[in-house]
């Protein structure tokens, strides 16, 4: 890994607002042209991006520039994924097509990871703008006062998970060390099957080292911009199956018992939960229960793990925590 960053943008059927972002990188990369790899993955377009990747290729020349175009759509997390596996950089910042970044954010970024080069996981701290009223609804998604290293990965990590499991998930704020990425990817080979799998990336990343969290913002995240937001069934889907499958395989890995049995379990003890399943219920009762079914299974599964772990493990899990 001869260059220190990793550029990657995952993309699909966006031309117009690939080009937006590749014309802001064009004026932040400067300076550190040599340092850095970019890679388009564009995921089967059918519009016109692979003419605007073939343009942007020869404006990058001082760079390494990669674009990849897969045969058909694979999805949106293995489409990510994808560009995460294709980095060769000794971090990677996986970086929406469509999210606002300062121009700023780049040097920051080389800086920091300069002076802390065996930092894990960096996360970008950012505002929430509202795609259907053009409001900034979400004025920092994280609560940090210092750009410091938190040398506890783990318990920051849980930390905000609690706090804004949406930032945690928020692929342009992530930064993450290519190794300790690529080592997730393998050590849960479905995890791009889980629409909130980069929380277990994260996750893991945060458990090998130390965690920077920015205080300022310095990009935007749009929000109800996502294609999935349209399937009326993706809200508790995220809640009942996604979501509590990320706590149980962060459980695995050794994160506090009692943490991610807390957040297995909220959408039993939370009544808004509730109120969404009776009203999926209504609306199709097939699924609903199909998706209860399944997550009770896992609440089952992981309680039952958790009990008959053996004394060493359980002995060293009660340790961290």
Not at 81 to 89: E, P
Not at 211 to 219: A, C, E, R, S
Request: proline share 3%; net charge neutral.
């Amino acid at each position: 890994m001869n260059k220190l960053l990793t550029i990657a943008i995952p993309t699909y059927n966006r031309a117009e607002l690939l080009e937006k972002q590749l014309c802001w990188l064009a004026k932040a990369i400067q300076g550190f042209e040599a340092e850095c790899e970019i890679i388009i993955s564009d995921n089967c377009s059918t519009d016109n991006t692979q003419e605007i990747i073939k343009k942007w290729q020869s404006i990058f020349s001082k760079t390494t520039f990669k674009s990849q175009r897969n045969q058909e759509n694979i999805g949106l997390m293995p489409n990510i994924a994808a560009c995460i596996q294709a980095a060769s950089s000794k971090y990677v910042w996986t970086v929406g097509d469509d999210d606002p970044i300062q121009e700023n954010a780049l040097a920051f970024l080389f800086k920091k990871i300069q002076q802390h080069p065996d930092v894990a996981l960096i996360f970008l701290n950012c505002c929430g703008r509202d795609k259907l009223t053009n409001q900034i609804t979400v004025e920092r998604w994280f609560n940090s006062d210092s750009d410091a290293p938190l040398t506890d990965g783990k318990a920051a990590l849980q930390r905000y998970l609690k706090e804004s499991f949406g930032g945690v998930i928020f692929m342009t704020a992530t930064v993450y060390q290519t190794a300790l990425v690529k080592r997730a990817l393998q050590q849960w080979t479905s995890s791009c099957k889980n629409l909130a799998s980069q929380a277990y990336w994260t996750g893991f990343c945060a458990i090998h080292g130390s965690v920077i969290v920015t205080k300022d913002n310095y990009l935007e995240c749009t929000m109800h911009a996502s294609y999935l937001e349209q399937d009326p069934t993706w809200s508790i889907m995220m809640r009942y199956i996604y979501i509590p499958e990320i706590y149980a395989k962060l459980l695995e890995i050794g994160y506090s018992q009692t943490f991610c049995l807390q957040m297995i379990l909220q959408n039993i003890i939370t009544k808004s939960d509730w109120i969404i399943f009776l009203g999926a219920l209504r609306r199709w009762p097939a699924l609903a229960m199909n998706i209860i079914i399944a997550y009770l299974i896992l609440v089952i599964g992981s309680t039952r793990n958790l009990l008959f772990l053996p004394k060493a493990i359980k002995s060293s899990f009660q340790s961290e925590t």
